[in-house]
């Protein structure tokens, strides 16, 4: 069982920058960022390999994001800039324990899912 751990997060202003990190308990292959906002399907945001050499964004972040990870501490990292006014929305880390299964950006692909964090940002 791998237990992931997420901080970060918060509010801020339109424009602005915010960090995710997500720590892992144990051994993950691939990881992924996701968010949920009220009433509204699970959307994929950004995946990253285990390498780091593979690493995929959704295509209307337009380069906002970057996401990143350091296996010698067992985390991701969500780099979030020029944030946009829109509604609140949790934003959730995803760990897959296999190199195999769905595609990166379908929610099955991940075997464990941190706690979620709020994300606010206000115009």
């Known amino acids: 069982q791998v237990q992931l751990v997420q901080s970060g997060g918060g509010s801020v202003q339109a424009g602005g920058s915010l960090r995710l990190s997500c720590a892992a308990s144990g051994h993950t292959e691939g990881m992924a960022w996701l968010r949920q906002a009220p009433g509204k399907q699970r959307q994929f945001l950004a995946f990253v390999s285990r390498s780091g050499g593979n690493v995929y964004y959704a295509d209307f972040l337009k380069g906002r994001f970057t996401i990143s990870r350091d296996n010698a501490k067992n985390t991701v990292y969500l780099q979030m800039s020029s944030l946009e006014p829109e509604a609140p929305a949790d934003y959730c880390c995803?760990?897959?324990?296999?190199?195999?299964?769905?595609?990166?950006?379908?929610?099955?692909?991940?075997?464990?899912w941190g706690q979620g964090t709020p994300v606010t940002v206000s115009s």
């Open positions: 995803a760990a897959a324990v296999h190199t195999h299964g769905a595609a990166y950006y379908n929610a099955l692909r991940y075997h464990y």
